[in-house]
């Protein structure tokens, strides 16, 4: 899920950049320290996107820089349980896939990408044996969010699932839903 947050920090502002305007010169810093930071608390920072306040600078003796207080927004993507994602296929491997659902990558293990048994092919496609169902890459597909780990902060890890209905590769819920409408023959 996506929202917009806003934090509180103090924004160490170097000396060349004092001859710059000063709300410039803290939203490049910001830029700097938070964009692609990866929280526990609040997920994946995408972007800082306004400066609320900048309070009044101090300088440290022996720094030269000077500090300001500053509040300010960002938008962060925070991956929650059950959410329902779109994405890409963006590898496949005898293990599972990987889908690119934004600023992250979830995993998808081989048990989950459909219902039925999955072949793995050296050609880097997964395909059931019975529905004979495909997923490769570059597939656009819909899925379920069934685990979230922040145990490497700097590398989360999102599971998950595709085994439920309307879940799956885009292509295969659009002819299962013309079938079960009578548009289209079932094969």
Known sequence: ?????????????????????TKESILKRLREQFNNMVSKDFGIVISVSDIVNVGEGIIIPGDGAAYYDTTFKVLVFK?????????????????????????????????????????????????GKETKKSLKVKDSCRARIIAVSY?????????????????????????????????????
């Open 1 to 21: 899920m996506f929202y917009e947050v806003t934090l509180k920090s103090h924004i160490r502002v170097p000396p060349h950049l004092f001859g710059d305007d």
């Open 151 to 187: 145990k490497s902060i700097q590398e989360p890890k999102i599971g998950l699932t595709m085994r439920q209905p309307r879940f799956g590769k885009l292509d295969d819920i659009e002819r299962e839903v013309k079938e079960a409408k009578g548009e289209v023959k079932k094969k």
């Open 79 to 127: 991956p929650e349980l059950q959410e329902v994602v779109l994405g890409t296929i963006t590898d496949i491997t005898d293990f599972g896939a990987f889908m690119d659902i934004g600023p992250v990558d979830g995993m998808i293990h081989i048990s989950q990408t459909m219902d039925d048994f999955v072949n793995f092919s050296k050609t880097n496609v997964l395909t």
